[in-house]
């Protein structure tokens, strides 16, 4: 009886490291996204910039063009 009952407290020794290790893997996971959350927003307000500048400089050297 010993020898099962032995069996089981290491069985539930796993399984609670299991779920620690899982715990920590789910909220690296949620900060992970965040993360690319962020990044995916900042990387849309760069390529809004380069778009605008892009345009102004297409624009200017049109102008440039003509005037000149």
């Known amino acids: 009886m010993g020898e099962v ?3 089981l407290d290491l069985l539930e020794e ?5 779920k620690r290790e899982y715990q920590v893997g789910d909220g ?9 959350v962020e990044l995916r927003e900042t990387l849309l307000r760069i ?5 605008v500048l892009e ?13 000149g």
């Open 5 to 7: 009952m032995g069996v």
């Open 14 to 18: 796993r399984l609670a490291e299991l």
């Open 28 to 36: 690296r996971l949620r900060e992970l996204s965040r993360e690319e």
């Open 55 to 67: 345009e102004l400089r297409s624009k200017n050297g049109s102008e440039e063009l003509t005037v």
């Open 47 to 51: 390529s809004g910039a380069i778009q």
